[in-house]
Nanobody
Framework: QVQLVESGGGLVQAGGSLRLSCAAS????????MNWFRQAPGKERVFVAG????????YYADSVKGRFTISRDNAKNTVYLQMNSLKPEDTAVYYC??????????????????WGQGTQVTVSS
């Protein structure tokens, strides 16, 4: 069992930055692929970024590539999402997710993953 708690969301002007954190409980964090997803009002939840267990490999949605950076600290059981050059279209609730053991870098079975409660990010123009 994995419990996830996101933090770091807020209101920021376009062009600004935010750093999201996701703290995980449990002893299996280091064994799990971690992802960030987001859901804008009236839209489906979509993939944002993923990171392997070691943290050596990352993968991003095209919409955030070059602006967002995912990282992890396995000693602290925490995954981060550094968001720079924010745009109004980045406004959404951001969720971290822990994959089931054996998943690829992008969670393909979200119903089987563990999810946090989400943190709101609002970017004003």
């Amino acid at each position: 069992q994995v419990q996830l708690v996101e933090s770091g969301g807020g209101l920021v002007q376009a062009g600004g930055s935010l750093r999201l954190s996701c703290a995980a409980s449990g002893r299996t964090f280091v064994s799990r692929i971690m992802n960030w997803f987001r859901q804008a009002p009236g839209k489906e939840r979509v993939f944002v970024a993923g990171i392997t267990r070691s943290g050596l490999t990352t993968y991003y949605a095209d919409s955030v590539k070059g602006r967002f950076t995912i990282s992890r600290d396995n000693a602290k059981n925490t995954v981060y999402l550094q968001m720079n050059s924010l745009k109004p279209e980045d406004t959404a609730v951001y969720y971290c997710a822990a994959a089931q053991i054996g998943e690829g870098i992008v969670i393909s079975r979200p119903d089987n993953a563990y999810w946090g409660q989400g943190t709101q990010v609002t970017v004003s123009s």
